[in-house]
């Protein structure tokens, strides 16, 4: 089973941010927070990841709450090439991605 | 290579044969994973190598699954039997271990091997 809850899909206009949430309640202290995206017939791509402080790199950012029971991935300003499947995964010794939330950017 | 390398991209096979996936992971990397995703399914996981040991194998669904690695460079990953409900896109990944456990490593993914089995 997965450990992490994602909404199974998300719209957001060309241009605006897109804040993608991930439940992931039953994170242990040492399991990082890994988001990767597929883009239709690609292989993943990974995204970003982090453990307990926010993170920011060019593809976007990464936001941890405080329990890290949750998490936002912020992608500043979406273009149509951001449409995909955001996958977000807890990873220490087991590696399980769930279905992932399907992005749709509209123009 | 610069990157993953999967061969061959697309599989079309009669049930009941045995097929042969193979990987090229990116040079270097260490750890190589294997996973099948389903139509309109999240990406499950199979197998990862360290090296050319498997940890773990405890993901592959049955003991028609199997997989290899040498060298600490490709892998191939072979089904026997196939069945129709082996159809799917198996993904292979590689990382470069920067720690004893996986929490720390980004993987890279291939483009995939699209098996049908007919």
């Known amino acids: 089973d997965a450990k992490t809850t994602q909404p199974p899909s998300m719209d957001c206009a060309e241009g605006r941010a897109a804040n993608l949430p991930c439940n992931h309640s039953?994170?242990?202290?040492?399991?990082?927070v890994y988001w990767y995206r597929q883009i239709h017939s690609q292989g993943p791509q990974y995204i970003i990841h982090?453990?307990?402080n926010n993170e920011t790199n060019e593809m976007a950012s990464l936001i941890i709450t405080e329990d890290r029971k949750s998490s936002t991935l912020i992608l500043p300003h979406a273009t149509l090439r951001d449409t995909a499947v955001y996958y977000c995964i807890v990873i220490n010794d087991k590696i399980i991605f769930g279905k992932g939330t399907r992005l749709h950017i509209l123009p | 290579g610069a990157g993953v390398s999967q061969s061959p991209s697309n599989k079309v096979t009669e049930k009941g044969k045995d097929v042969e996936l193979r990987c090229d992971p990116i040079s270097g990397h260490t750890a190589l994973y294997w996973y099948r995703q389903s139509l309109g399914q999240g990406l499950e996981f199979l197998i990862y190598f360290q090296g050319n040991s498997a940890p773990d194998k405890s993901g592959l669904p049955s003991d028609r699954f199997s997989a290899e690695r040498t060298g600490g460079s490709v892998s191939t990953l072979t089904i026997q039997r196939t069945q129709q409900e082996d159809s799917a896109v198996y993904l292979c990944a590689s990382s470069l271990i920067q720690a004893s456990v996986l929490a720390k490593n980004i993987q890279y993914f291939g483009a995939g091997t699209r098996l049908s089995v007919l």
């Open positions: 982090g453990l307990k």
């Open positions: 039953t994170i242990s202290g040492n399991e990082y």
